[in-house]
């Protein structure tokens, strides 16, 4: 008798949507997948019935991939930018959540709660996972509620640091510079030309062999813009979100 499929739930935590499917080890979708609102307050228990919520909706699973926003370190947060905030995304930081979210193990509490394998990693990450080669210094960048990013070398992730937060232009940051609300504010055509502009800025930085854009906002960057930001760059689906979250099991130590 064959083997049981391993099936993997795949949560992609946003700062608006989680969104989910289940996946077999080849990592094909056997369900649509599903989309709920972020849910604001939100506790790191209320995340977590969010996620009983999704699973729900969905088959049943064998184990389960997380990938959320912030600072994650071996599924724990570390930091995490919007869930500590009263209702959202640039809304105010209220300290009870900020006391809760950090340093919460995050991958033990969905362990336990589950009763199944967990892997909670950066969103960015994960979405990864789904897109590299594994040749040369690959780059992952998504584009969403703000930026997320990550980078590989030769298959393997490098240790995650925060480029979302570092400083551009002198007064902001880049995850407010071509984040969701700057991309309403200004439009598609002048935000577009943000991200060719961050492009710039950052190739001579790392030097990629390939950078990779994803998200949900990678869709919106206006095709003028797409022709001038080189070869060496790609825009991918926002499945990956979902898809990486099989091939990210293979990307522990």
Known sequence: ???????????????????????????????????????????????????????????????????????????VVVHTPHYITTKGPLTRVEPALLAQWRGFDMQSALAEHFGKAALVMNDAEVHAAGLISGSGLEVVMTLGTGLGFCMFDGG??????????????????????????????LGDTFWSR?????????????????????????????????????????IVSNTAGILGGVRAWELKP
């Open 1 to 75: 008798m064959a083997n049981k499929q391993v099936m993997t739930l795949a949560i992609d935590c946003g700062g608006l949507s989680l969104k989910a499917s289940v996946l077999d080890a080849a990592g094909t979708l056997h369900a649509q997948p599903v989309s709920i609102p972020t849910p604001y307050p939100l506790s790191p228990n209320r995340l977590i019935e969010a996620f009983d919520e999704i699973a729900a909706l969905l088959p049943p699973f064998d184990r389960i991939t997380i990938g959320m926003p912030g600072m994650i370190r071996h599924g």
């Open 156 to 185: 393997k992730l490098a240790p995650h640091f925060e480029l979302s937060h570092a400083p551009i232009r002198r007064s902001t940051s880049y995850d407010t510079w071509i984040g969701e609300h700057e991309r309403r504010r």
């Open 194 to 234: 943000r991200i060719k502009s961050m492009v710039e800025d950052l190739r001579p930085v790392f030097w990629w062999d390939r950078l990779f854009i994803g998200g949900g906002n990678s869709r919106r960057i206006k095709p003028e813009v797409l022709a001038k930001l080189g070869d060496d760059v790609v």
